[in-house]
Nanobody, 123 residues
């Protein structure tokens, strides 16, 4: 059974940092493109970034460049999203997703995704 479990979210003040984790099971992580997307209350889903096994990263959201970094630990079947210099507008539920055909257009629709982890940034 394919399963993705996100963790690491929480409440942080503006300017703070968090590291989100996404642990996968039931499949071989290295064979998939892995990405993160988010959804804030009342807003549409928003792609953030995506990484492929060669290390190439696609950013879908310009506002996170220089602040968010994705990394992978294929031995642990885990992907991380480092969030730095957080802003109130980053408040959302963050999801990781995987796709066996590569990073999806706009970073929105993946084959599988987790239940999400809440990130709340206070002013």
């Amino acid at each position: 059974e394919v399963q993705l479990v996100e963790s690491g979210g929480g409440l942080v003040q503006a300017g703070g940092s968090l590291r989100l984790s996404c642990e996968a099971s039931g499949f071989t992580f290295v064979d998939y493109a892995i990405g993160w997307f988010r959804q804030a209350p009342g807003k549409e889903r928003e792609g953030i970034l995506c990484i492929i096994s060669s290390g190439g990263v696609t950013y879908y959201e310009d506002s996170v460049k220089g602040r968010f970094t994705i990394s992978t630990d294929y031995a642990q079947n885990t992907v991380y999203l480092q969030l730095n210099n957080l802003k109130p507008e980053d408040t959302a539920v963050y999801y990781c997703g995987v796709d066996d055909l590569g990073c999806p257009g706009y970073g929105l629709v993946y084959d599988y995704w987790g239940q999400g982890t809440q990130v709340t940034v206070s002013p």
